[in-house]
């Protein structure tokens, strides 16, 4: 059974910094396309950052360069999401993505991230 587990969402404070994690089960996590997705109220869901399955290949949306980085560690089937500097933009669920070989895509649950003083 495939699983996909985010956490580490939370309220934080503009400036402030989180991690978001991804817990990947029931699938070969190592030869898998690993996205982090977002989606606010009232706007369509959109990618933040990629990643494929070496981790030669990472693409973030525009708004988050330079403040997000997108990771991942195959020994621990485990994504990760480090956000710096977040905005009150950045307040969204974010969900985690698996794009495997043969082309299935599988999604997580999703963690809210509210960005507030």
């Known amino acids: 059974q495939v699983r996909l587990v985010e956490s580490g969402g939370g309220l934080v404070q503009p400036g402030g910094s989180l991690r978001l994690s991804c817990a990947a089960s029931?699938?070969?996590?190592?030869?898998?396309?690993m996205s982090w997705y977002r989606q606010a109220p009232g706007k369509e869901r959109e990618v933040v950052a990629s990643?494929?399955?070496?981790?030669?290949?990472?693409n973030y949306v525009d708004s988050v360069k330079g403040r997000f980085t997108i990771s991942r560690d195959n020994a621990k089937n485990m994504v990760y999401l480090q956000m710096n500097s977040v905005q009150p933009d950045d307040t969204a669920v974010y969900s985690c993505?698996?794009?495997?070989?043969?082309?299935?895509?599988?999604w997580g649950q999703g963690t809210q991230v509210t960005v507030s003083s």
């Open positions: 029931g699938f070969p996590f190592g030869t898998s396309v």
């Open positions: 993505k698996a794009i495997l070989g043969r082309g299935d895509v599988y």
């Open positions: 990643i494929n399955a070496r981790s030669s290949s990472i």
